[in-house]
């Protein structure tokens, strides 16, 4: 692992204060996404750590401003946020904000970047007016307007250049996106239906004979059918976790063992999920410790093999 200073060299990030801003963003993501940094540190190219880290702070960011309170408060606070930052990235250098000015400095090094985050805010709004899904429809609606401009933001850094490898792996990260969502919204079950919205669509639930009011109760009779649930929403992100395999074969070697990781720790996110069943009425899902840290020793053994073998 190389250390912060040697990557914002790499990257030719001399000035000082923008070297604080980027630190800022590394120790957010070390923060609130402790598995997600180490697996960048370990296993993505150095120079990319800085825009990485700067893609997910921002990410967090915005949805820090639009996942809480009343719809109208936080499609409020994202039109602020779009505004704030649409005029960060016209004005290089204007930003107020650490995250936004680490963000500008991005996008001038990643061309593309600018694109890659107008059209996740575009797609913000679905989040912000998020109440819960009524069908599949309105999940997939979903998934393709916020899911995958979210993760595209940080994938686009090292999608692969040909017009046609880059559609195949857009369509890869949709097929992983979605499954990471199901995923997502399985181990959040007992946080969302605290807010009285879930991210089960509500026909599936139907399906079951179930409601969000159902899922509001911690004990019952309808527990069983929380469990056939739960292992019917889990069998559909197996499935596109199955049909994103190819996925790092993609990419630059160099980019591979992340991507292998990636959808590795997913994998142990859902056996996770599956093992708790109607139990996430009251407790979220967390992967196994010991079983991702060992992932992603396998993982940085193999990458600096390839590493030794190149060079």
């Known amino acids: 692992m190389s250390s912060w200073s040697a990557a914002l060299d790499r990257c030719g990030i001399s000035d000082p204060s923008l070297r604080a801003d980027y630190g800022r963003q590394r120790a957010l993501a070390r923060r609130f996404a402790p598995a997600e940094y180490l697996t960048v540190r370990l296993l993505l190219p150095a120079p990319l750590h800085p825009s990485v880290f700067t893609a997910v702070a921002f990410m967090h960011e915005t949805d820090e401003r639009i996942d809480s309170g009343e719809p109208s408060a936080r499609q409020a606070a994202l039109r602020s946020w779009d505004q704030e930052v649409t005029a960060a990235l016209g004005h290089q250098g204007s930003a107020r904000k650490p995250v936004l000015r680490a963000l500008a400095d991005t996008a001038r090094r990643h061309p593309g970047m600018t694109a890659r985050v107008r059209a996740f805010l575009d797609g913000a709004p679905v989040e912000a007016a998020w109440t819960g899904f009524d069908t599949e429809d309105d999940f997939q609606a979903y998934v393709d307007g916020y899911s995958l401009p979210a993760l595209m933001l940080t994938a686009s850094l090292f999608a692969p250049s040909s017009p046609e490898a880059a559609s195949r792996f857009t369509a890869g990260c949709r097929t992983l996106i979605e499954a990471m969502q199901r995923i997502d919204f399985l181990a959040d079950l007992s946080e969302d239906v605290a ?7 509500r026909d599936a639930l139907a399906r079951h004979g179930l409601t969000v009011k159902d899922l509001a109760r911690g004990a019952g ?16 992100a197996g499935a ?12 630059e070697p160099g980019h591979r063992p992340f991507l292998d990781a990636l959808i590795g720790v997913q994998r142990l996110r859902l056996r996770a999920v599956e093992r708790r069943g109607a139990a996430l ?3 979220g899902a967390r992967p196994d410790v010991l079983a991702a840290l060992r992932l992603l020793a396998r993982a940085h053994r193999g990458a600096r093999g390839r590493r030794r073998t190149a060079n």
Do not use: F, T, Y
């Not at 009779?221 to 559909?236: C, Y």
């Not at 596109?240 to 990419?251: A, F, H």
């Open 195 to 201: 807010q009285v919205r879930v991210g089960v669509p």
């Open 221 to 236: 009779e309808h527990l069983p059918s929380v469990e056939r649930l739960v292992a019917g929403q889990a069998r559909l």
């Open 240 to 251: 596109g976790l199955d049909g994103c395999g190819d996925l790092p074969d993609l990419v």
């Open 281 to 283: 009425l009251a407790h």
